[in-house]
């Protein structure tokens, strides 16, 4: 049980962002488009989270295809180096699965409503699967862009299942002509007590270069942790 309370801990909405974001934790509603291939890549650390005191730096990937222009599939993976109370450092392969995502409406609309679908496995727990279900709504206007969002997550281990919440808030502001600025907020919303609760706020900075992008965030402890910053990337061909 402890090593299930551990893993829900680490639990992350990895599959949520790919394609062309100005935010760090929130999922991106610009879609990668029809026949195109993009491979995007994050890196994210949360440090001194929940009573496990847990730090952990996560580096993940996943390829991405346009299956057209309002559906979109991904294979993500996550690669997870961590430490926490009473637990020996452990660095290796965390979780690999699949994702599903459809926009509602064309891709030049200003406003933008995605639903999104993962099922992911975990290689540390081999009994457990993740599931997520996640929607986002995103609206563009001039140089501000805005976004709401929130994931349900499932994760079942033999007798046990775990849920949690991942509501997020976002704006951001076209500062020159590639690069953009804002601030978020983010958390994970434990529904039990496998694993602990944690909220953060903090400024974000994205730029966009051809046909590569790159979001950050660097996020402020509000509750459960001290910080939890992150940076995504990616190239489309």
């Known amino acids: 049980m402890r090593a299930f309370a551990v893993a829900c801990a680490l639990a992350v909405p990895s599959a949520a962002v790919a394609g062309p974001t100005p935010y760090g934790w929130l999922p991106a509603t610009e879609l990668t488009g029809a026949d195109r291939v993009e491979g995007a890549g994050w890196i994210y650390e949360r440090d001194d989270r929940g009573d496990l005191h847990e730090r952990a730096t996560v580096l993940g990937g996943a390829p991405t295809f346009g299956l057209t222009d309002r559906l979109e599939l991904r294979v993500p993976f996550e690669l997870v180096a961590r430490s926490a109370v009473e637990e020996l450092p452990h660095f290796g392969l965390a979780r690999f699965g699949g994702d599903l995502r459809y926009r509602f409406t064309r891709p030049t609309a200003g406003l933008a409503p995605v639903v999104r679908i993962a099922l992911i496995r975990d290689v540390e727990i081999r009994s457990l699967i993740r599931s997520e279900l996640g929607v986002a709504l995103g609206f563009s206007q001039g140089i501000v862009d805005v976004e709401a969002a929130g994931d349900f997550v499932v994760e079942v281990n033999r007798s046990s299942v775990h849920e949690e919440l991942h509501p997020g808030l976002g704006a951001s502001v076209r500062a020159t002509r590639a690069l953009r600025v804002g601030g978020e907020l983010y958390g994970e919303v434990s ?25 950050s965030t660097f996020g402020i402890g509000l509750r459960g942790i001290t910080f939890a910053p992150r940076i995504n990337w990616g190239l489309s061909w």
């Open 191 to 215: 529904l039990d007590e496998l694993a602990s609760t944690w909220l953060a706020i903090g400024p974000n900075l994205s730029a966009r270069l051809g046909r590569s992008w790159f979001s």
